[in-house]
Structure formats: C-alpha cells, structure tokens
C-alpha cells in the first residue's frame, strides 16, 4: 500500500502497492454473498488477500485463514454497513491493508475476527479455542467497551484498554490503526458532524501512533483523509495546485535520470523512483515555502542493497550536484525513535531546481512504510520464553509507550486519562538524553530536567533539587536539548524535599504533571510554609544550587527545618540570638525565608514546631496567612544594641531587567563588589524581552543592603530590584 495521498493515482503519479477502494469492496461483497468455499480451497473473497500475503510470507499457512475467514463470514451474515455493503467486507479491507504492509498469519487471523466479539455472538472463549491464545488476545485488545457499562467514558477507556495491551503486543495498535483507516476511507455515509467528531479523534489519537509506531502507509493516508474532512477549503485548493502540475513536464522525472545516469557511471546498483508528496505534505511545503514549484511536490528515493551503498550514493551525488548542505540528516547512525532510517539530502540539478533525495535500502524502505508491522511476529517462543509472569517480551515496545503505560496507571479519572493521553501524543519527536551514570533517557521534545527526574526516579524525582546540563549547573526548568549529558542532584533528606506548584509550569510529561499533582494533593501548602507574592512557589527547588553550607555534627542545615517551618537556618548563622530579642525565653529564632528579614525591618514572630520561633517581616503575605488560620504571633525585635553587623544575614532579590547578553555576569559582578555571597540565583526564560532574575544573598552587614540594591539597580538594563512584592506582568506573560 502506497503512502502517499488518495487520488494520486488519477494524477498520473506513480503508485506503491493498489489501494483497497469500493470496487474492490463491492467484489467482497458479492464474494461473501456467495458464502464460503469448500474445504479444499480458499474462499473468493480472500483469494486477493491469500496472493499478497504470500508474496510476503511465501510459506504462510492459509488453512487458519480460511478458518478465520468462515467463522467472520458465518458471524456477521446478515449484517450490513451503512454505506449498503455486507459488513464482512470491512474486516476483509482491514486485513487487506495489512496483508499489502506484510503483516505475518498471527495478524491477519485477528483482523479477520477483529469485530466478531463486539459485534456478534462469538466469544472470546470462542476465538481461542479455535485459533489459540495469541489471536484471543489481540482480538480482545481491539473489542470496544460498552457504552451501556462505561457510558461517556466508554471511548476513553477503550483506548487505554487498547494502549495496555499493545504493551504487551504492538498487532494490536496495527489492527486498530487498519481498521480506522477503512473505516475514514468510508465515512462518507455518515452524518457530517459524526464525520468531525471520528476525524478529530483519529487526529489528535490514531495519527500521532501510527507515527510513533513507524507505520508511514497508514498515517499519510489518514492525515490526508483527515485534512479533507476538516480543513475541506484547503485540501480543494490543495488537489487543484496536483491537478495544475499533472500535465507538466515533471522535473523531478529529468531529476531521476541524470540520478540514475551519475549511479550507473559510479558502479552503484540502485532503483531511482519519484515519490510525490502526499496532500498533507504539499500543504505544509506551501506555507513553508510559499509559491511551490514541480520539483517540490514530491521527492527522489533511491533504493540500494546494503547500508554502506547509501553513503556511496550520497556521495556522489553531493560530487556531482551542488548539495543543499542544510537539507543534510542522517537517519541512518540515528535512526529516529518510531524506527525510521534513511538519509535525507537535497541537491540542484542542471536547471537549478532544487530536489530533494532520500537514500535507503530496501528493508529501511519497508520499515519506513510499514513500521512494527514491518518486524514480523516478534514473538517467536524463543524470545517469550524468558518473559516474566507470562507477559510478553516485547523486543518492539519503544520508550515512549512504556512510559505512556506508567502514567496511565497513575490515572483513574478516564477525562484526565484521554487529555493527557492527547498531550502526550502532541509530542511528536523524541531526544535522547545521556545520563551521568551512562545510561540514556528518551523524553519528548521540550522536556525540561523535571521531566527527566520522573522519567529517572519516578516519584523519587520529588527530591530532586538541581541539574548539572553538560557539567554545568542548571535550574530545574531548563529544557533539554537531544544528545545532552544530564546529572541530577538529590537532596539528602528525601523526607523533608518535595516539588512546588512551579513545577507544573516546567513538565512536559504527563507522567511528571500526574506525580507533582498527586504530591501536591497529599501536602496541601501550611500558610507559612507558601511562598510571597513576587517570589514563585517553590522557586528554592528551581534556583541553581551554591555550593552546600558545611555544618558541625548536629548542627541544622538550611533544609533541615520541618513542613511547619519555613525558616532559613539560625539568624544569623551560628549564633541563635544574637541581635533578637524574643518574649520567649531559651527559644531558637529563625528568619524566615520566604522574606528574609534583617534590621531594621519591622518584624514578627510565629511559634512553630521544636521550641523554634520563626521571624518574619511584618508586610510578608505569610504573616496575614498564619494570622488568619490563627496562629498565635510572638513578640520579636531587633536589639537596640545590634546594628546589624558581624552576622550573617540571607536576603531573596529579585531584579527585573530588559533581557540583554552578559546581564547575569553583570549583575554578579556588581553583587560581589558590594562584598555579598551569592548562595543561589535563578534566570527566567526571557518573555516580551524582559527578564527576571532571583538571587539568594548572603549578607555580613545588613545594614550595606540598600546599598547593595542601588548598585544592582545601576546595571544598564535592570530597571527595578526588589525583595518582595508582585511580579511584573510582562516578564511572565
């Protein structure tokens, strides 16, 4: 079956393998009408279906399929599809289709049967009796939920049923994916908004996994089925651009020849076709390009024997054209994650025109069109054998499906499921990601370093409190890139660590969005324990971390406080007392950090957890908080005769600048020269050109602090610096 656009073939343009269409439809139906044949021969209506699977299978067994066949026919009798047609000539499509993508006997016995256990009396029980085990378990994979017991949910569910068990075996997404491309190739009958709600569904759903799965043939035809459904104004304008170019001298024909003259000079056996656009794709080469031209409605494939013929190939062909060096990837040394290989170039021919070239060999070809389907049955009993607790081992199940299988599990609710079913499959490519410890991690594109905690840890990840990107310290928040060496750091007291709300904003993945959701539901946030206005919730985990505080033995850390208290160490750092005087006596003070107080701010104090006495500036949004859940306040002032030196004090800045190069060396810069520590800093992602950075400061003096802040409010750019407060509007949005 060819991968390119319906209608083609009316074009004038070269074809793959025929295309199942209604004519051949109407010869199944008549062909069942007749019903099935004797016992030693196949019956008509799976005569076609016998030839191209044996062309790929010569040895197959077809008994099982005349068994499969009988049964299927026997059971739907009676039954008609609403375009009029007997409906056993829809599971014989379907299994035509995936007869055309070489799909082995196991296969095409379920898509025979794929509808009888919905649709008629037979059982499962039934079907494995007859025809074992494995076929049992696809057909049940693809059998929708009843409506009646699932009600809305129904879809929903049947998609994670069908998702759990392509886990386990990857024919049971072929089957589903052949059955709704058959099933959009007729959906003409149906009402209009039917019609919307069905191509919506299979592209937000079934597009993105046959993708993923590798199986081209399927998802172009069904983008370009879709594309007339939804966008119709578009795909008339689209098929009027093809039928304008028909019949013109196609330079992509001229293209081919001098291609095929320079290859047969060299010595190198290939086959040279032309391979056009599909309707989708022209579309997408228009709003890239603009006005498209003859040689961009399709692409040369050049098909050889072995691997090392694919670069002989690319090199002559970048000696003796003008190559297009951007246009340059190598699919072959890294194949993309749904099994894709083949080497993309783009050279200009005699007249200029500019053609683009794919070079493969011939199994790389079958794989780019028919994906999983292309491996065979990857189930052999020698490879089962060592399968724990009777499941499969699956040699196919790629990284992405297994962790769509994780988070799926961690949600019940089936609305949930389906949303973040339809983001996860948005995602459309793949990096992989090195981790320090030499294995890999294969996340989506965007994914940031939260993602690649969960995707590592699971829910571990939630004391995760920095990254190291290509040795170098990185936020939380930064997003990776493919090929990137990634170490993340851990907090020693897992029990005290736990994500914020921020996180949210970062993960891409749903399974890191479910954990952090689930965490924060368990933990609902102690007044005291949120973070002020101006400063994002949890913006500690997101901070590059400093280097860490050493402590004397027993001596608290700065996050050795418990979930009642939000305080930084002991103010100032190792003397408990000093320059505080608390109407409590022999108790420990701390500032605490969600605004950090140092003389001579007016200040309160709150009694928490420990005999400790947490220290807060009176104008922080947590001391309102508290005093509205009722949290009784303490008296606190700063000694009169403490000027504020010869402690250690942390302050939180936060510095709002016009997003230029070398700001952060800048400002930096500029804090050091004031003589303060930087314990931690985080940089936003620029928005509207706008900037915001969060410094952690420690100070010796704290009285130099309004100095300190006049001279970061000196660096050009930086047009306000502040310790607490709401955030500009602009830097976020």
Not at 59 to 71: E, N, P, S, T
Not at 278 to 303: C, M, N, P, W
Not at 705 to 720: E, K, S
Request: charged fraction near 25%; hydrophobic fraction near 40%; proline fraction near 7%.
């Amino acid at each position: 079956m060819s991968a390119e656009a319906p209608d083609q073939a009316a074009l004038g343009r070269r074809r793959g393998l025929p295309r199942i269409d209604l004519r051949n439809i109407r010869r199944f139906g008549r062909a069942a009408l007749l019903g099935p044949a004797s016992r030693d021969r196949l019956p008509d209506a799976i005569e076609h279906v016998a030839k191209v699977h044996r062309a790929y299978h010569p040895g197959a067994d077809l008994d099982v399929l005349r068994k499969a066949y009988v049964l299927a026919e026997s059971s739907h009798r009676g039954q008609m599809r609403k375009s009029g047609e007997p409906y056993i000539t829809h599971p014989l499509a379907v299994t035509l289709i995936l007869a055309e993508l070489g799909a082995e006997t196991t296969t095409l016995t379920a898509s025979l049967l794929h509808d009888t256990v919905e649709d008629t009396e037979v059982t499962l029980d039934q079907v494995g009796e007859e025809f074992g085990e494995e076929v049992r378990y696809l057909v049940d994979g693809v059998t929708k939920l009843e409506k009646v017991d699932y009600g809305a949910a129904a879809e929903p569910e049947t998609f994670r049923k069908m998702l759990v068990a392509t886990g386990n075996d990857v024919r049971v997404m072929s089957i589903k994916l052949a059955d709704r491309l058959h099933n959009m190739r007729t959906l003409g009958v149906m009402r209009p908004e039917k019609q919307v709600r069905i191509a919506k569904v299979t592209r937000d759903v079934l597009i993105p996994l046959a993708e993923r799965l590798g199986v081209q043939a399927l998802k172009t035809e069904l983008e370009d089925l879709v594309f007339a459904i939804l966008h119709p104004e578009e795909y008339a304008r689209t098929r009027e651009l093809l039928q304008a170019h028909a019949g013109r001298p196609d330079p992509l024909a001229r293209a081919a020849e001098d291609v095929r003259a320079v290859l047969q000079e060299a010595g190198i056996t290939a086959e040279v076709l032309v391979r056009p656009r599909h309707f989708v794709s022209v579309h997408r080469a228009g709003i890239k390009r603009g006005e498209l031209t003859g040689s961009d409605l399709g692409r040369l494939l050049v098909l050889v024997a072995e691997d090392a013929d694919c670069y002989a190939v690319l090199g002559e062909l970048h000696t003796c054209f003008t190559p297009v060096i951007s246009e340059f990837k190598d699919f072959i040394a890294v194949p993309k994650f749904n099994l894709y290989q083949s080497l993309h170039t783009a050279v200009a021919g005699r007249t200029g025109e500019v053609a683009e070239v794919l070079i493969r060999t011939h199994q790389m070809h079958r794989v780019a069109e028919a994906g999983v389907i292309a491996l065979g049955n990857p189930y052999a009993p020698t490879e089962t054998a060592a399968a724990p607790e009777g499941e499969r081992a699956d040699p196919t199940r790629p990284g992405w499906l297994s962790r769509l299988l994780e988070w799926q599990s961690a949600t019940p609710d089936p609305d949930i499921f389906w949303t973040a079913l339809r983001d996860d499959l948005a995602q459309d490519r793949e990096i992989t990601v090195f981790r320090s410890d030499g294995g890999t991690l294969g996340l989506p594109a965007g994914a940031s370093c939260v993602d690649a905690a969960y995707a590592q840890y699971g829910e571990d990840a939630h004391s995760c409190i920095g990254a190291r990107v290509n040795g170098r310290i990185a936020t939380l928040s930064t997003v990776l890139c493919d090929g990137d060496t990634l170490q993340l750091l851990m907090a020693g007291d897992a029990a005290s660590s736990g994500p914020s709300p921020e996180w949210l904003d970062h993960a891409r993945t749903p399974a890191a969005r479910i954990a952090i959701n689930r965490w924060l539901a368990a933990h609902p946030a102690d007044p005291a324990h949120e973070p002020p206005q101006g400063e994002a919730p949890g913006a500690e985990h997101l901070h590059a971390p400093a280097e860490p505080e050493r402590t004397e033995p027993g001596e608290a850390g700065p996050d050795d406080s418990g979930p009642d208290d939000a305080a930084l160490p002991v103010a100032p750092v190792g003397r408990p007392e000093a320059g505080i005087v608390v109407d409590l006596p022999g108790v420990i003070v701390r500032l605490a950090r969600c605004c950090t107080p140092v003389p001579p701010d007016a200040i309160t104090g709150f009694a928490v957890r420990g005999g400790a006495v947490t220290v807060h500036r009176e104008r922080c949004p947590a001391v309102a908080r508290m005093t509205a859940a009722g949290r009784a306040r303490v008296g606190v002032r700063w000694s009169e005769e403490y000027d504020g030196d010869g402690g250690d004090y942390r302050v939180t800045l936060f510095a709002e600048a016009f997003s230029r190069p070398h700001l952060l060396a800048d400002l930096t810069e500029a804090i050091a020269a004031e003589g303060a520590e930087v314990v931690a800093a985080a940089v936003e992602p620029p928005r509207e050109q706008r900037v915001r950075h969060t410094y952690t400061l420690q100070l010796s003096d704290a009285g130099r602090l309004p100095t300190l802040m006049r001279a970061m409010r000196d660096v050009p750019g930086v047009y306000d610096v502040t310790r607490e407060g709401r955030r500009v509007a602009t830097a976020r949005s």
